[in-house]
C-alpha cells in the first residue's frame, strides 16, 4: 500500500506561481510512475503531468506544458508540481496518483492510490 499526501495549495493571483508536494509513505517509489490530476467544480478529472520515478521520464497535458513542471525527490519520496503563469482556468483541487509500472498512463483508473487533494484557486 502506498499513502499520499498533498500539500501546498491556496488562494493565488493570475500569473502567480505556486509549488504542490505529495509524500508518499508505506513504498518506496522506485517502480511507480506518479501522476497529477485535477478536477475543477462541475468537470471530470483530467490529467495534468506524468512521471516515471525510477528514469525520471515526464509528460505534460496540452494545457499546462511548459508552465507547469512535475519533478521527484528519492530521498523525501516526494513528488512535486511547480506551477507558474496560473491562470483562472488552472483553478481545480489537484491531486497525486501512483501506480506500480513505469509505461505512460494517462487515465486515472490506472492509478489504485491516491491523495486527498488540495485546493488551488486562481483569481484574476
Known amino acids: 500500500q502506498v499513502q499520499l499526501v498533498e500539500s501546498g495549495g491556496g488562494l493565488v493571483q493570475a500569473g502567480d506561481s505556486l509549488r504542490l508536494s505529495c509524500a508518499a509513505s508505506?513504498?518506496?517509489?522506485?517502480?511507480?510512475?506518479m501522476a497529477w490530476f485535477r478536477q475543477a467544480p462541475g468537470k471530470e478529472r483530467e490529467f495534468v503531468a506524468w512521471l516515471a520515478w525510477s528514469f525520471g521520464n515526464t509528460y505534460y497535458s496540452d494545457s499546462v506544458k511548459g508552465r507547469f513542471t512535475i519533478s521527484r525527490d528519492n530521498a523525501k519520496n516526494t513528488v512535486y508540481l511547480q506551477m507558474t503563469s496560473l491562470t483562472p482556468d488552472d483553478t481545480a483541487v489537484y491531486y497525486c496518483a501512483a501506480a506500480t509500472n513505469s509505461v505512460r498512463r494517462l487515465l486515472s483508473s490506472d492509478y489504485p492510490y491516491w491523495g486527498q487533494g488540495t485546493q488551488v484557486t486562481v483569481s484574476s
Open positions: 508505506g513504498r518506496t517509489l522506485s517502480s511507480y510512475m
